[in-house]
């Protein structure tokens, strides 16, 4: 019986992944090693019961006497804190899935990959943040990496057996987010509610402003990057309003190859899952005809900054992606808080690139967690309303 870990299974990737676990047999199909989570403890302890877990951890230490009561009886182990996620993530697991938000997921992937296995990679800050780090300790532990990542999955899929040495380009969409068809002029004036609702995916609070803002393509275009090492060039974005396309590859002999699905990360999450085979997954197929008709632009980087930000993060390599994806989640943090407008913190997050660029070392891949770390904070810190 296969071994499991979900990482972040409280949230909107977690709970996708435990519907398609519970939906194969739960218990009778895999045997499930960790659960863990954040304040959501209630789910957690419901999930740990259904799965059968060996142990739930809360990131929260808090949490623990919360966690430990709804676990009662159960046999599953309760923990807590960022040292109890660690000790879960060494827990030898034969496929984990990566889906705690933020860069607090590094820590606890990077664990995962050191004692080997299949990391289902949804954390897409992992990336970009240390994604030389991430691909060095894959390959000491002997782990693989998978994608996620609607796109990259889609990627993955549509290069199949061909050589990455063929793409000429690989074009990734984007639905364009809560404010895709708002006046530029209307921006500044956009509200954490309005930003947190998207056209056609339900996710997560903060991937979801992130859409609006299209932070989440620019990771995307970096985590690109560091998925299949392509060149800030050889990655083109699409809008895309219908979220069907999810990308395409364009080989060298002019023929493209896309990926297409309903906008529903369970299928992502099951092809890596079931990977290198395909089994039936419980999801609504497909209907085209249904869809109607496929829309495409290109998009406007006017009023959307952060692409352009994107290209200028991989040119400049070293710890570039950490600066980037520090200052961007600080200023989420500061929207959030009604600290900045909308439209403040690209200006922001370049501000901050532009002022970690003159630090010793900008130039240099950080080469362990303490390094990326301490360029998290020192970003976080400089970028802070
Ligand atoms: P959510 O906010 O829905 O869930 C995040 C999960 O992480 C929850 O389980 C949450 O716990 C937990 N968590 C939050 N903070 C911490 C912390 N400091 N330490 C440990 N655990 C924590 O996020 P999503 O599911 O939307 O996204 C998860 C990741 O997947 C992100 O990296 C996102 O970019 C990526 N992704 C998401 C997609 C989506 O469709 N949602 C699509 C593709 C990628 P709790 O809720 O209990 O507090």
């Known amino acids: ?116 296995g299949t990391l289902a990679l949804a954390n897409k800050e992992s990336l970009v943040c240390a994604g030389a780090l991430l691909h060095g300790v894959a390959q000491i532990g002997g782990a693989r990496i998978l994608p996620v990542d609607s796109e990259h999955s889609a990627i993955f899929q549509s290069l199949g057996a061909e050589n990455i040495e063929n793409v000429e380009h690989v074009t990734i969409t984007a639905s364009g987010g809560a404010f895709r068809d708002w006046p530029v002029e209307r921006l500044a004036a956009a509200t954490v509610a309005e930003a947190s609702t998207h056209p056609n995916w339900q996710m997560g609070q903060r991937i979801t402003i992130d859409s609006a803002s299209m932070f989440n393509k620019a990771m995307e275009v970096i985590e690109t990057h560091e998925f299949f090492g392509l060149s800030a060039d050889k990655i083109k974005v699409l809008v895309h309003p219908e979220s069907i396309l999810h990308a395409m590859v364009t080989h060298k002999d002019g023929g493209t190859i896309a990926h297409l699905g309903p906008p529903d990360m369970r299928h992502a999450i099951g092809y890596a899952l079931n990977w290198p085979h395909r089994q039936p997954l419980p999801l609504p197929v497909l209907d085209l005809a249904a869809a109607g008709s496929l829309n495409f632009r290109q998009p406007d980087e006017n009023r959307w900054p952060a692409l352009r930000l994107a290209r200028e993060v991989i040119a400049a390599g070293g710890a570039a992606g950490t600066v980037f994806n520090a200052a961007k989640e600080q200023a989420l943090d500061d929207f959030i808080a009604g600290r900045i407008a909308f439209t403040e913190m690209a200006p922001r997050v370049e501000a901050t690139l532009d002022r970690m660029a003159g630090e010793p070392h900008f130039g240099d891949e950080p080469g362990d967690l303490p390094t990326v770390l301490d360029w998290d904070r020192a970003s976080r810190k400089a970028s802070a309303a």
């Open 1 to 116: 019986m296969r071994s499991i870990s979900i990482f972040g299974a409280t949230g909107s990737v977690g709970e996708s992944g435990f519907d398609l676990l519970m939906r194969a047999g739960g218990p009778q199909a895999y045997r499930t090693v960790a659960l863990t989570g954040g304040r959501n403890v209630a789910r957690l302890a419901q999930m740990a019961r259904a799965l059968q877990a060996e142990i739930a951890v809360t990131a929260h230490e808090e949490e623990l006497p919360a966690l430990r009561d709804a676990l009662a009886g159960s046999g599953v182990q309760a923990a807590a804190g960022t040292a109890a996620l660690i000790e879960a993530a060494a827990r030898p697991a034969d496929w984990t899935l990566s889906a705690i938000v933020g860069s607090a997921g590094l820590a606890p992937g990077l664990t995962a990959l050191r004692r080997g």
